[in-house]
């Protein structure tokens, strides 16, 4: 059974940090890009940032320089590591993960920036 299951959401005041976590399972998740994507209410699904299988990192210009994206693939985990909060990062953030035609998405979990 092919799984995502997103953690490490939460409330943060601006200017703090937050780790999110993102467990694979089910499928053979070094062979996947996956990506990071957020949510914001009104708003579309927007990619955060991405990691190939070998490692390449892209991010999307708004979060350059404070966010960063890595694997575990000995532990099928992905990572973000969000630095410098903005209240405007708030969002109900997904992981996903691609190869050809499958694609697999999280169920999501909740970053509130708010002092």
């Known amino acids: 059974q092919v799984q995502l299951v997103e953690s490490g959401g939460g409330l943060v005041q601006p200017g703090g940090s937050l780790r999110l976590s993102c467990a694979a399972s089910?499928?053979?998740?070094?062979?996947?890009?996956v990506s990071w994507y957020r949510q914001a209410p009104g708003s579309q699904r927007e990619l955060v940032a991405t990691?190939?299988?070998?490692?390449?990192?892209n991010y999307a210009d708004s979060v350059k320089g404070r966010f960063t994206i890595s694997k575990d693939n000995s532990k099928f985990m992905l990572y973000l590591q969000m630095n410098n909060l903005k209240p405007e990062d708030t969002a109900v953030y997904y992981c996903?993960?691609?190869?050809?035609?499958?694609?697999?998405w999280g169920q999501g979990t909740q970053v509130t920036v708010s002092s």
């Open positions: 990691i190939s299988r070998l490692g390449n990192t």
């Open positions: 089910g499928f053979a998740f070094s062979s996947y890009t």
């Open positions: 996903k993960a691609f190869l050809l035609s499958n694609v697999y």
